[in-house]
């Protein structure tokens, strides 16, 4: 009767467990969550292009207060003429250059293909017509400050680092699942 007893309490549900599992589970899910966080930074930047969006990092302070230099934008591609006066689009400076620019339309004139425009900042209207074969499309969104993150990811640093927390998220699932194994 005696041996029964304490055979009983042996065999009792996680009296016995070893740490192992519960750090195995942990460093599982740190790996996870590492491999998670960077392949939605990375869809943030491919998905969007897919439903005629770009996003672009602003470096200049010609569209401030709206839209401070460091901002992320994000650019919906469109028909240049449905282009209302006001907007604000991005466009490039030359079809030679690849300068993008982004800054209010004052006049969409369709009958020439052109648009006037001007950065809120600037005291003068641009000084020379924007094609519509220049035009990008239209700012529908921009985010201060999260230029900087758009910067990092697409650096040959930050694709490096992405690609590091990756592995190191990979490292870590191996670990805890070995460490899990190692209890069972």
Do not use: W
């Not at 401070?68 to 006001?86: N, Y």
Request: proline share 5%.
């Amino acid at each position: 009767m005696r041996k029964e007893r304490s055979k009983g309490m042996k065999s009792g549900k996680g009296k016995n467990r070893k740490p192992g599992g519960r750090a195995g589970r942990l460093l599982g899910a740190v790996g996870t969550t590492m491999i998670v966080i960077v392949v939605l930074l990375c869809c943030l930047l491919v998905v969007p292009k897919f439903f005629g969006y770009q996003m672009y990092h602003v470096l200049s302070g010609s569209m401030e207060p709206e839209i401070p230099v460091g901002s992320l934008i994000c650019v919906q591609e469109g028909e240049p003429e449905a282009v209302q006066d006001e907007e604000v689009i991005a466009f490039y400076g030359s079809l030679e250059d690849s300068e993008i620019i982004t800054h209010r339309v004052v006049k969409n004139n369709i009958v020439s293909g052109t648009f006037r425009t001007k950065g809120d900042a600037n005291e003068q209207e641009d000084p020379l017509p924007v094609p519509y074969g220049n035009y990008i499309g239209t700012v529908v969104f921009n985010a201060p400050h999260l230029g900087m993150i758009l910067v990092c990811l697409t650096s040959f640093y930050g694709k490096l680092a992405a690609a590091a927390v990756i592995v190191l998220g990979v490292v870590l699932n191996l670990i805890g699942t070995f460490m899990e194994r190692k209890e069972k």
